[in-house]
């Protein structure tokens, strides 16, 4: 397919498959990940046991908002950011900082759920919904998923259909002010719905596909889709 033979980024999952993951992936934390790894193997945290109301299953409540990345936090000035839309989309985007700020940008309160058991409630974040992004890129018939990529090389994947749900956000703010480098500013996914590692810190990428391509953690033993009411940690 066309858009596999640009792919030269490092965000092929068969290159990482390989280990051979270049640029800033090369530096990960490997113990944090073989951890995680073993986690998946395991089945560590499902109970099973559904939580109070609010919380699904396994997690419990936080009320600091811990940080977690593979070791790298890119440096991304506003001035240098850019958002590209590509892949199978009849208008492909490449939006500058000017550009995404001219878009509708919305308030939107939602729940934290990590895969680790945390889980943080009522974080509001102000950002440009998904729908704002499907209208202006057109994503074509066929194109049935997508893929997130990051300025640290992270990827995540998700169906078209889970992306318009309508509380999918590009966060550029948190409570107000400016999300933070540490949590993937300028510019991060939110995707309430789903564990946290699907909502792509840093994101620099957003390209839609004919076919599924497992993301980072997903071809590390984590759920394809991630619904932690489902308790859907583990694949
Ligand atoms: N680019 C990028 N996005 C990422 C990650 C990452 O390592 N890189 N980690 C994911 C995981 S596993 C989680 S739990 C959340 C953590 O977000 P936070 O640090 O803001 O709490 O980001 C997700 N998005
Ligand atoms: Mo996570």
Redesign the pocket.
């Known amino acids: 397919m066309a858009e596999d033979v640009d792919d030269k980024d490092g965000d092929r999952p068969e290159a990482a498959a390989a280990g051979e993951i270049p640029g800033p992936l090369g530096r990960i934390k490997d113990k944090l990940i073989a951890t995680k790894e073993k986690w998946a193997r395991e089945g560590r945290l499902l109970t099973g046991v559904p939580g109070r109301d609010r919380l699904p299953p396994g997690q419990r409540q936080v009320r600091n908002?811990?940080?977690?990345?593979?070791g790298v936090q890119p440096l991304v000035t506003t001035a240098a950011w850019r958002l590209q839309v590509d892949g199978l989309v009849e208008n492909p985007l490449d939006l500058d900082w000017a550009a995404f700020q001219a878009l509708p940008q919305d308030t939107l309160v939602s729940d934290?759920h990590?895969?680790?058991a945390w889980s943080r409630y009522d974080n509001r974040w102000t950002g440009v919904r998904s729908a704002e992004i499907l209208k202006r890129a057109r994503p074509k018939p066929e194109a049935g998923f997508l893929v997130f990529t990051?300025?640290?090389g992270?990827t995540?994947n998700v169906t078209r259909e889970i992306f318009s749900d309508p509380d999918v956000l590009l966060a550029q703010a948190w409570e107000g002010e400016p999300l933070s480098r540490?949590?993937?500013g300028p510019v991060?996914v939110i995707m309430p719905r789903y564990?946290?590692?699907?909502?792509?810190?840093?994101?620099r990428r957003i390209r839609f596909l004919a076919a599924d391509r497992p993301g980072?953690?997903e071809e590390r033993g984590y759920h394809n889709t991630g619904d932690p009411w489902k308790e859907e940690r583990y694949s």
């Open positions: 908002w811990p940080v977690l990345d593979l934290i990590c895969v680790t990051s300025h640290d992270y995540t540490e949590h993937g991060r564990y946290f590692w699907k909502s792509a810190k840093w994101v980072f953690w």
